[in-house]
């Protein structure tokens, strides 16, 4: 499984590189409304069977949640379907300690 840390990831998207994949926040909807990365598309865990149509599979796929865990399962998952997809090591919480901006609130 590949993974990413969130300042790579960062640095490849201000860079032109990823910013056109998607990031994909697995993590639940009343946790993405406390803080999010802009620009990501929540599909929480645990509704991504009956959502994964909505996975791109003709581009790379990044997958965050908050530290990993959940994201490296979906990662794993979704790999196993013949996916482009990375997951995001250290999750929202290592994108925010980074210092990379991120939305509160709704």
Known sequence: MESIDP???AALRADGGAASAP???VREVDE?????VVDTVNIPMSAFLDR????PRDERIY???HVGGRSAQVTMYLEQRGYDVVNV???IQGWENAG???EHGR
């Open 32 to 36: 993405v409304d406390v803080v999010r």
């Open 52 to 55: 994964i149509d909505e996975v």
């Open 23 to 25: 990031i994909i926040d």
């Open 89 to 91: 090591a250290g999750g």
């Open 100 to 102: 990379l901006p991120v």
């Open 7 to 9: 300042v790579a990831l």
């Open 63 to 65: 997958v965050m949640c």
